[in-house]
């Protein structure tokens, strides 16, 4: 199963909510076999609060222990950044370890996608005169520092399985059925590895 944890301030994000409410089996995707389970974060939470809500969800769901293949993190972002409640980046991605015991111990295959402009960048994507709400988009770098591609491997290390992201902008599609990156993305291991694909 994969569990979304969308910012309120992600583009469409309560129409969002709708779609994963209302998805079934017959879809073609392996993503899912049930309606998705999913919260929405406030931009006054904490990290740490955000983390103990997704626990009781996927306890009260009955999910448990190593049931959960992938959890997406849907928020605005930028280098090394993503705008989640407070703030999501390298300083207290460790907050995430508490949820390591719920992911499947498959350490092959990415178990946090993170879905936000330019979060694996190691540059700014937001051009001159604008704002992380509203961005005019530059292209991202994987070349240029290691602000993105570090905060990545926090985030891996702390959740025990591989992390990706996005380094340019991304558009939001208007239906669940695509959560494709925009352009080249970047992966993070636990083991502090990481590449541009």
Known sequence: MIYYIIDTRFPHAFRRSVELNTRTGDDKMEDFEFPSLYHFVYANQSIKQIVQTTKRFIMDA????YSVDMIRLCGHGDTGYLQFGEGLNESNAAEFSELAIFMKPDYSRVGVEIHGCGVGSDTSVVGAASTINNPVCVPGSSQNGDRGRNFLKSLAKAVQRHVRAGINCQMVAHRYDNW??????????????SWLR
């Open 180 to 193: 494709k990156f925009e352009g080249p993305t970047i992966t993070a291991t636990p083991w502090g590895d």
């Open 62 to 65: 009955r999910w448990g222990y």
